[in-house]
């Protein structure tokens, strides 16, 4: 049986659809459904449980057909501002788990995040040693409250104590795809904007307050959830290992590119205008993220990733320009 932390939200739903899809019907989805229509995201799925995370370490105690936990639960907004709250569901939740899982050898797959690396001067590489993550800056609680459990794993790692047998952080990086509606203001841009595209609206960017940097050229390394989907089956079929991984692109793409293969794949003309930030998001904004696949492609993994406009085609025609956008 496999658990999926978080799975009705974004990247765990798709988790969840890829393992159905893959023909695994022993899943237990944990997470909490909200007022939100996040059970839309599993209306397609079959799951043998669905339980709160308030009462996952008491489901799990005496069981021992667990084969893998994937870890995708969290308060994962960057705008949050309630320290105790985010440590509590980010931190500790993530520590009690990593223990049930090596007390009894059982897999263990958890998101970490691009967010780690804070503004990216000191690059983006995902290695785990203890003395390289205490390098990195996170901007936003949301990338400490990741960068704190990232370092108790690798400490763990360096003194040579226990852990699960597989026990892999994923750095993601600018995620989109089907199932992200529930999420709001923090939805990508393709789900932000496809509407107002679609109805002939122009398009908000924000202005850069860089000289670098062009308004609308900041750029993120965008990667498609089918890619995200795509590793971690691939990783459960993996029996041993300790390492972060990067996952994105590998190519950094601006905003322009973004919402632009949106107005190209519905063969609109391209309308957009540029708006001022707001002030509290100027110091915490990051211009660059590209992730580096270096230990992606040395740990075995060599499948490539769908390009920026192969992917925002796909999600616009198979997804978000149907009658039923979800997966």
Known sequence: MIVVTGGAGFIGSNIVAALNEAGRWDVVVCDSLGAEGKWLNL?????????????????????????AIVHMGANASTLAFDADEVIESNFRFSRRLLDWCTARGVKFIYASSAATYGDGARGFDDDIALS??????????????????????????????????????LKFFNVFGPNEYHKGPMMSLVSKYFGAIRRGETIDLFRSYRPDYADGEQVRDFVYVTDITDVVLWLL???????????????????????????????????????????????????????????????????????????????????????????
């Open 43 to 67: 209306r397609k799925r079959t799951v043998q449980d669905v339980v709160p995370p308030s009462d996952l370490m008491a489901w799990l105690e005496g069981r021992h057909d667990i084969e």
């Open 132 to 169: 390289h993550l205490q390098t990195l800056r996170p901007l936003n609680l949301y990338g400490w409250s990741k960068h704190l459990f990232d370092q108790v794993v690798a400490t763990r790692l360096e003194a040579g104590q226990a852990l699960p047998p597989l026990c892999i952080g």
């Open 237 to 327: 079929d993996q029996s041993a290992g300790v390492r972060l991984l990067n996952l994105g692109s590998g190519r950094a793409r601006s905003f322009l590119d973004l919402v632009g293969s949106i107005f190209d794949t519905l063969s609109l003309e391209r309308k957009v205008q540029f708006v001022d930030m707001p002030e509290a998001m100027r110091r915490r904004y990051q211009y660059f993220t590209q992730s580096d696949g270096t230990r992606l492609r040395a740990a075995g993994y060599n499948r490539p990733g769908m390009a920026l406009e192969a992917a925002v085609g796909h999600f616009v025609t198979t997804h978000l320009d149907t009658e039923d956008p979800y997966r």
